[in-house]
Each structure stands twice: as C-alpha cells, then as structure tokens.
C-alpha cells in the first residue's frame, strides 16, 4: 500500500514537472480591414445595380440607383405646373388685361421652383455612390434590381484595406514562452470549428495601460477584466501585452472586425 501511495505520489509529480504544454491560447481581436459600410437613404426599389460583388471601384463611382415611385410622380407633376406657369407668365407679360396677376404668378412659380430643387435633391440622394476606393461588397444577400431595400441593413461595403491582421492579449507571465515567427491559429466567437493559419510577427514589450477595444471587456461580452479609468478609459486588471499575428489565410476571411482565440505554439513546458 505504501508502495502504491508512493508510485501515486511520484506520479502527480512526474505530471507537473516533465514538460508537455506546448501552446497557449490567448484572447484575439481580429481587424478585417478598413471598411464603409453603405446604406439606403430611404425605404427605395432597386432600379439598377451597376456593379457586381469584389469589383474594384473609386470614389463617387456610381454603384446603383434607387427609384421611389412617389418621388418620380411628384417631381413629373411638379415640372408640369412649373412649365404651366412660364406659360402663364407669358401670356401675362405680353397682355395688359391680366398683368396684374404676374406676381401673384411669380410667387407661386418660385414655390414649385424650391419643390423641385427639394425633389432633385431628394432623387439625387437615390443614386447610391462609393464613399471610398476600395473592394465592393455585396453585404445583403440576394441583392438583385426591383428587390425593395430598407434603410437599416447596409447594401455594401467597401473595403479600403486589404491588409488584414489579427491581435492576441498576453499575461506577463506568457511573454517568455512566446517567439517571434512562432506558428499560430486562432479562431472567431461564434465558430469553432473554423480555425484560420497565422505566425506571430511581433510581441510587444510595453504593458497595455488602456484597452484600446472596449468590445474585449467583460462587460461587453469579451474576455478581459478591466476596471473604470478616466475619462471613460478602461484598464485591465492585469498587466496585458500585445501579441501581432500575421494572418496567412487573408483571402478567406471576413471583413469584419471580431473577437476569438488565438492558440500559439510555444516550447514545451510543465505545469510548475
């Protein structure tokens, strides 16, 4: 038995002392690249969609029109007074029975004048433009002319950088087990299964006084504790250090900016 107890003993000893974790998996933010998100000015149809998904496209570049029927009626019964008064006028001007009613037509031709300057602008608005150079995409699905779109979903998104890149947070007591060029995956809240190739590029020295990403607090929902500083700062409760990992899999991944795990390669070690 006591034989047993000892072999027991030297057992729990050989597993925290002989070497075998071989990675870490820290928190991870993730930055799909700078991005316009481009939305509908009012509830519209889908008159003309001039571009198609990942095609490059400038500032201003007309990406698609969108058409209000009720706009479009308006605007047309408005030019149809507006061409009744010039009309009106005309005939006042030239005449002298009826030409003291030329101001009182005057008025009202300056009326329907701000009415279709209010329409154009309006209609203006309707033809959808790139904020930005960059990569379009389609960002509601199944997007197609005559669809009606609504004013709270974006219809695309540009992509201004392509460069995407990954951030993982570490304790002070990981920097020593983390190497430049080490080999990394990480993966996205929400997908598990999904795991993206990177390599670390960088380890960042110099403690993290303020989390420079609110959405990594507890509070929101993230992993790291902070507590309030000032001015609405937030501080971590521990000393964190910023772990850059270059993504391999750029093409592949989302535009988005989004929070997940990061596991790093790093010698064997023991649990002491």
């Not at 300056?110 to 154009?120: N, Q, T």
């Amino acid at each position: 038995v006591v034989f047993a107890g000892n072999l027991a003993v030297a057992a729990c000893l050989g597993l925290l002392v002989v070497p075998w974790r071989s990675t870490l998996t820290l928190p991870m933010l993730f930055d799909g690249g700078e991005t316009h998100d481009v939305f509908a000015p009012e509830p519209a149809r889908l008159c003309e969609l001039g571009v198609v998904d990942g095609a490059i496209v400038t500032t201003g570049q007309t990406i698609a029109r969108l058409c209000v029927p009720e706009v479009d009626f308006e605007l047309q019964r408005a030019h149809q007074r507006r061409t009744g008064l010039d009309r009106a006028i005309a005939q006042h001007l030239t005449g002298q029975v009826h030409h003291a009613a030329v101001p009182m037509r005057m008025e009202e031709h300056a009326r329907v004048a701000a009415e279709i300057a209010g329409l154009d602008a309006r209609q203006a608005r309707l033809t959808i433009v790139a904020p930005a150079a960059g990569r379009l995409r389609v960002a509601e699905r199944g997007l197609a002319p005559d669809q009606w779109v609504r004013t709270d979903q974006p219809l695309f998104r540009i992509v201004t950088a392509e460069v995407r890149k990954a951030t993982a947070y570490a304790e002070e007591r990981d920097l020593a087990h983390i190497a430049t060029a080490a080999d990394a995956e990480f993966w996205f809240e929400g997908w598990p299964l999904s795991t993206f190739k990177g390599r670390v590029e960088a380890v960042q020295l110099e403690g993290l006084r303020i989390l420079d990403d609110a959405s990594l607090a507890i509070a929101n929902g993230g992993p790291i504790a902070v507590r309030p500083g000032a001015n609405g700062t937030l501080i971590p409760d521990l000393a964190l250090y910023k772990i850059r990992v270059r993504v391999d899999a750029a093409g592949h991944l989302p535009h988005a900016r989004l929070r997940g795990y990061a596991r790093i390669a790093t010698p064997p070690r023991n649990l002491l």
